[in-house]
């Protein structure tokens, strides 16, 4: 069973950038298909970038295309979301999911109720 501990959160204007991670451990890395996910106050949880097992494959909220990016080391057992040109709306807890799902190494979902294993979250705070 994997682990998932986010960091990298914080307060920042709009414009700017940061850099979520994720370490996982427990498990083997490269077994699971990785996403992050966000949550604002008052609002429903929703799906922001998703990554394959392999890495080749990745997908993306459509607000988020062209602004962020997410990657993987299954040397290092990490997952990242880089995020730019930050905007108000973007601010929420984001959280780390993982799942088994799917056979191919080419495999990853936007559905959230596919991820087993989730971290506790850190949050983001774009102000304007």
């Known amino acids: 069973q994997v682990q998932l501990v986010e960091s990298g959160g914080g307060l920042v204007q709009a414009g700017g950038s940061l850099r979520l991670s994720c370490a996982a451990s427990g498990g083997t890395f490269s077994n699971y298909a990785m996403g992050w996910f966000r949550q604002a106050p008052g609002k429903e949880r929703e799906f922001v970038a998703a990554i394959s097992r392999s890495g080749g494959s990745t997908s993306y909220k459509n607000s988020a295309k062209g602004r962020f990016t997410i990657s993987r080391d299954n040397a290092k057992n990490t997952v990242t979301l880089q995020m730019n040109s930050l905007k108000p709306e973007d601010t929420a807890a984001y959280y780390c999911?993982?799942?088994?799902?799917?056979?191919?190494?080419?495999?990853?979902?936007?559905?959230?109720?596919?991820?087993?294993?989730w971290g506790q979250g850190t949050q983001v705070t774009v102000s304007s």
């Open positions: 999911a993982a799942t088994r799902s799917g056979a191919s190494s080419n495999y990853y979902t936007s559905y959230g109720s596919q991820y087993a294993y």
